[in-house]
């Protein structure tokens, strides 16, 4: 399986992060030429580049966005989980990626100064109104998971999961048996010694087997990989189509 429906949008399952973007003229350019390149999915955030990577993907995009899934985030710092601060960031959002509406917003991270169903609640808020279409939440526990759902329905989990980092084992698979998109974040971190040889193998990058296997570990797996190369973004997306075969056990 090739793609995933997140946020009512059939995706690639390998999308793009956007932490390291600007407002560079070539930046903006690469995100048109990524879109037309077949990606369909860019995760950015209220904090990525000082707000650069979100004004980036709106000039980018205005009036060419349909079909194309932006993913969002707010709260991230302590105290950044205030009803008050989220709808601030929110709206920012909202203004930097010329939209009236965010496909996919995310809790970036619980707040330990607020409760998180107040910050959900925030977020719910714009739901309601229209002004954010489906929800997310970022670095959770499965017991957070399951208090969010309470609140709001969670649409995609964003947590740290690679080859090495692998603590989430538990996580990926609920999130599968829920229909819940699970987003890795650095997803490339980490390696084995089967991933040289099975890139050498195969005729491919190790990046490319790095995201096959995490495709091959879930079906509910959508990770996103960062990068301001038309070259890499292809490697990336080479991985949709790739067999491990008996490369697969790499992690083992």
């Given at each position: ?37 077949g990606l369909r999915h860019l995760d950015t955030a209220h904090s990525y580049t000082d707000g ?201």
């Open positions: 399986m090739t793609t995933f429906r997140l946020a009512d949008v059939e995706v690639p399952r390998v999308g793009l992060g956007t932490n390291c973007l600007t407002t560079a003229p070539e930046h903006v350019a690469f995100v048109r030429e990524a879109v037309a390149a650069d990577s979100e004004r980036a993907i709106g000039e980018a995009l205005e009036g060419a966005a349909e079909g194309v899934l932006v993913a969002t985030k707010g709260g991230y710092g302590d105290g950044e989980g205030k009803p008050e601060v989220l709808e601030a960031q929110i709206e920012q959002s909202l203004r930097s990626l010329r939209t009236d509406a965010i496909g996919l917003y995310y809790l970036h991270r619980v707040d330990p100064e607020t409760p998180l169903e107040e910050s959900l609640g925030a977020i719910k808020a714009y739901v309601d109104r229209g002004a954010i279409r489906h929800v997310g939440i970022s670095a959770v526990s499965l017991e957070q998971i399951e208090r969010a759902r309470q609140v709001v329905p969670i649409a995609a989990v964003q947590n740290h999961y690679n080859l090495d980092e692998r603590e989430d084992e538990h996580v990926v698979d609920y999130c599968e048996r829920e229909g819940i998109a699970f987003v890795p974040y650095f997803p490339l971190h980490g390696s084995r010694p089967g991933v040289a040889a099975a890139a050498e193998r195969l005729g491919v990058t190790e990046t490319t087997v790095k995201l096959a296997w995490l495709l091959q570990r879930s079906p509910a797996m959508v990770p996103i990989p960062g990068t301001l190369s038309i070259e890499h973004l292809r490697e990336n997306l080479a991985a949709l189509e790739l067999d491990l075969g008996e490369a697969g056990d790499i992690a083992a």
